[in-house]
């Protein structure tokens, strides 16, 4: 198994970097431009030359307030041949009915049912609970506690707050974000 190279050096970085540890995956360290330390091992231009997709493998640690930028870089890297492998903390539990695509992270006591697609590069943060037959778009941040009934669709690039609750058969457009604590109903008739 190739080394992980996170890249960000920020507080999400170091959490990754334990999330990492916490599933066994040898850390060879951060990619940053931004930020300094003994743990900042590059820069972003250096994946490609000093870091190729022989040598490491890849996380994202650039948070929601540079989603645009993430998710330039996830596809840009990608394409160049790195890989992005999911993160799954050894107590979530994602059913073998559902798939989590590349390089998504899925934290402590998460819990995915049955049906459920969660797409490439998402966050779910601890104890988030995605119920049956949800699909959840790319780059999706669900943040703790977050509760998605069965049948909710969520756009990419979106943001769900802290213990929300996204009621069944609810459709949530690409970029919607819900507050933190919030009931969110907009049911649409299941045919």
């Given at each position: 198994?190739?080394?992980?190279?996170?890249?960000?050096?920020?507080?999400?970085?170091?959490?990754?970097?334990?999330?990492?540890?916490?599933v066994?995956?040898?850390?060879?360290?951060?990619?940053?431009d931004?930020?300094?330390?003994?743990?900042?091992?590059?820069?972003?231009?250096?994946?490609?030359?000093?870091?190729?997709?022989?040598?490491?493998?890849?996380?994202?640690?650039?948070?929601?307030?540079?989603?645009?930028?993430?998710?330039?870089?996830?596809?840009?890297?990608?394409?160049?041949?790195?890989?992005?492998?999911?993160?799954?903390?050894?107590?979530?539990?994602?059913?073998?009915?559902?798939?989590?695509?590349?390089?998504?992270?899925?934290?402590?006591?998460?819990?995915?049912?049955?049906?459920?697609?969660?797409?490439?590069?998402?966050v779910?943060?601890?104890?988030?609970?995605v119920s049956?037959?949800?699909?959840?778009?790319?780059?999706?941040?669900?943040?703790p506690?977050a509760?998605?009934?069965?049948?909710?669709?969520?756009g990419?690039?979106?943001?769900?707050?802290?213990?929300?609750?996204?009621?069944?058969?609810?459709?949530?457009?690409?970029?919607?974000f819900?507050?933190?604590?919030?009931?969110?109903?907009?049911?649409?008739?299941?045919?």
């Amino acid at each position: 198994m190739k080394p992980l190279l996170i890249i960000g050096g920020s507080s999400f970085g170091r959490l990754i970097k334990v999330l990492a540890e916490e599933v066994g995956r040898k850390v060879a360290g951060h990619v940053d431009d931004l930020h300094t330390g003994d743990w900042i091992v590059g820069r972003s231009d250096d994946l490609g030359s000093r870091f190729t997709p022989s040598d490491v493998d890849l996380a994202m640690a650039i948070g929601y307030r540079h989603i645009d930028a993430r998710m330039t870089m996830f596809r840009r890297l990608t394409a160049m041949g790195f890989d992005f492998p999911n993160l799954t903390h050894p107590s979530a539990r994602i059913s073998p009915h559902a798939s989590v695509g590349a390089g998504s992270l899925v934290m402590a006591n998460a819990d995915i049912d049955a049906f459920s697609r969660v797409g490439e590069l998402c966050v779910l943060w601890p104890n988030v609970t995605v119920s049956h037959d949800n699909t959840i778009g790319e780059g999706t941040f669900i943040s703790p506690a977050a509760t998605l009934c069965g049948f909710v669709s969520i756009g990419a690039i979106s943001f769900i707050g802290a213990s929300a609750t996204i009621v069944d058969n609810c459709v949530l457009a690409p970029r919607s974000f819900v507050k933190a604590a919030s009931r969110y109903n907009n049911r649409i008739a299941r045919t």
